[in-house]
Every structure is written in structure tokens, then in C-alpha cells.
């Protein structure tokens, strides 16, 4: 191999590097309490912000998966989620749901299509889920409700050193329509912890 050639792979992988670096650095502080810690970001080629909320919890990492799990019952926790119905079961950590959002007056509710992805890794002591937009034919029930297409989210736990657990929670969703993006961005300084504490509060029955 020349040394030429090694040299623009050298400089390939310095340009790939310091991209990452740029992209991990676009988060921005906005809240930081006892509580939790909140970070925004903008989102590519939309216009809606994306939030990352972290937090500890002194709880089983068992009873975290099971409360993250039983998807269908989220929205006793989950801000803004009014109702969730599973559509396909694709195996025992992956299937695809139907969540509908209880928006304000006087917006119109909004329903969305998700793929969602659950891995528990016990030995490691780690939970990942992750959770998208996925195009799937809409009952006919919810025929005439507005579709989110621009959504995205997931969790991160893992247990640390002291016995506690690492939250990690990230997300956007544009709801579209007429709901204007100012307010959008709004409610992520409100929803994300609402959200959080609902998980904690919840957490302990399960």
C-alpha cells in the first residue's frame, strides 16, 4: 500500500471523525435539575426540535422492562398519548402499533403508526428501544384521523456502578397540520419530564 494511498485514508477517517464529533456537540443544554437533564437539538430536514432527557432511577432494571414492554398501557405514563393498540405482533421484541396523541384545544388529535423494537440484555445490565414511523394500512376507525409521519424516539437504560439505573429517553414527532412548530418545540420542555415522571410514579407496580 503507497503512502499517498494511506494518507487520504488517513484523512478520510480524520473528516469522518470530526463529523461525529460536530454531531454529537449540536445538543444543547436547556434544563438541568435534580430531576432530570434536558438537551434539544434541531432536526434534519425538518423544523420541529428533537429533545433528550436523562435521568436515575433507584428501581429493578426487570420492572423497567416490563413497564416499557407492555406497550398497550403506556398511556397511563406517556404524556399525550391517549391510547395504544397493537396492529402486528412480529415476534416477542418487535411489533407495530397505533398510538393516538390527545392534542390541545384547538387542535384535532393525531394518530401515528409505529415500529417498535425492545432488546434486554441482562448480563449487561442494559435496555434499548427504539421506535419509528412505519407505514401501515390504518383501520377503519381511524380512517379520517390526521397521520404523524415525522416521528421518532428511544430509550436507553443501563445500570450503573452505584446499583442505580441510567435513563435515557430521546424523541421528535411533528404533528403537522395546523398546529404551528413554535408550540410544537414548546411542549418538549414540558412533555419530556411530564413523561418521566409518570415512568417513575408508574414503575413501582410493575
Request: contains cysteine; hydrophobic residues 35%; glycine residues 6%.
Amino acid at each position: 500500500m503507497s503512502i499517498k494511498f494511506c494518507v487520504i485514508i488517513w484523512i478520510l477517517v480524520l473528516g469522518l471523525f470530526d463529523r461525529n464529533l460536530n454531531a454529537q456537540s449540536q445538543w444543547k443544554l436547556h434544563k438541568q435539575n435534580t430531576a432530570y437533564t434536558l438537551w434539544m437539538k434541531d432536526v434534519e430536514n425538518l423544523e420541529c426540535k428533537q429533545f433528550k432527557i436523562q435521568t436515575e432511577l433507584n428501581e429493578d432494571l426487570q420492572s423497567v422492562y416490563n413497564i416499557l414492554k407492555d406497550v398497550e398501557h403506556m398511556h397511563q405514563w406517556y404524556d399525550k398519548v391517549k391510547r395504544v393498540s397493537l396492529l402486528k405482533k412480529i415476534n416477542s421484541n418487535e411489533a407495530i402499533y397505533l398510538l393516538e396523541y390527545d392534542l390541545p384545544f384547538p387542535f384535532e388529535d393525531r394518530i401515528t403508526t409505529i415500529k417498535g423494537t425492545i432488546n434486554y440484555n441482562e448480563y449487561m445490565g442494559k435496555i434499548t428501544v427504539t421506535t419509528e414511523y412505519f407505514s401501515y394500512p390504518i383501520p377503519d376507525l381511524h380512517q379520517n384521523a390526521s397521520l404523524i409521519k415525522n416521528i421518532s424516539g428511544g430509550w436507553e437504560i443501563v445500570k450503573t456502578n452505584n446499583g442505580k439505573l441510567l435513563v435515557t429517553h430521546h424523541g421528535y414527532m411533528d404533528p403537522g397540520g395546523n398546529v404551528p412548530i413554535w408550540l410544537v418545540n414548546e411542549s418538549l420542555t414540558s412533555g419530556p419530564p411530564k413523561t418521566i415522571e409518570g415512568l417513575k410514579n408508574l414503575v413501582k407496580k410493575y
